[in-house]
């Protein structure tokens, strides 16, 4: 899996918009790049995955630009419950899920009212 | 959507005691499952890959006998830490694909597990 960066922790409000960038400077042609979502004690939950422009579904939108070099997950209107750590992971679907992933650090993303 | 069911939610057990964990996909077939540990405030860590019918794949560093592996069925993964260890206490996590659909992994809820 490519290496990825994103930032540790980020603050915002409820009913803000939040942008989470991540880089992933080596990422591979095969690589797409996936987002999860996780709550203390709980597993990580799929939130959106794209390989280039733009993806939206009902909770979040995923922008790549041109050269695939970074990603933002775009959270739209955050509530309280949206307090939660996020994973940003590339890598090859070829495997078509029988490879383990690697995970960063992530972003402690704390929303407040 | 895929659901991955993980059983116990929490544990705890005395040192030296063996603890089994387990991880059913409830709605599809999964010929290979995952788990991983996490620490207090710490990002995930890929323990093992479940391979069903066949032995487990081990992380580097992660005694496998140790933390037993066992993939019986194309729905089933058991994690069985043996001879537990108060270091051994953390928040355990299996996960799953289903193959030829994939779409992101399923997680499973987690297992606290404190050692005593």
């Known amino acids: 899996l490519a290496k990825t960066t994103q930032p540790i922790s980020m603050d915002s409000y409820e009913g803000q918009e939040v942008n989470i960038t991540c880089s992933h400077n080596n990422i591979a042609t095969n690589d797409y790049i996936t987002w999860y979502q996780q709550f203390p004690s709980q597993g990580p939950r799929f939130i959106i995955q794209g390989y280039k422009t733009k993806v939206t579904n009902e909770v979040a939108s995923l922008f790549i630009p041109a050269d695939r070099k970074s990603s933002t997950l775009s959270l739209p209107r955050v509530s309280l419950s949206d307090t939660a750590v996020y994973y940003c992971l590339v890598g090859d679907l070829s495997g078509g899920g029988a490879d383990g992933l690697t995970f960063g650090k992530g972003t402690h993303l704390i929303i407040q009212p | 959507g895929a659901v991955v069911s993980q059983h116990p939610s929490w544990v705890i057990c005395k040192s030296g005691t063996s603890v089994k964990i387990e991880c059913r996909s409830l709605d599809f077939q999964a010929t290979t499952m995952f788990w991983y540990r996490q620490f207090p405030k710490q990002s995930l860590m890929l323990m093992a890959t479940?391979?069903?019918?066949?032995?487990?794949?081990?992380e580097q560093g992660v005694e496998k006998d140790k933390f037993l592996i066992n993939h019986a069925s194309l729905t089933l993964s058991t994690l069985t830490v043996t001879s537990a260890h108060p270091e051994d206490s953390s928040f355990y996590i299996c996960s799953a694909a289903q193959v030829g659909n994939y779409y992101g992994y399923t997680f499973g809820s987690g297992t606290r597990l404190t050692v005593v």
């Open positions: 479940s391979n069903e019918g066949s032995k487990a794949t081990y």
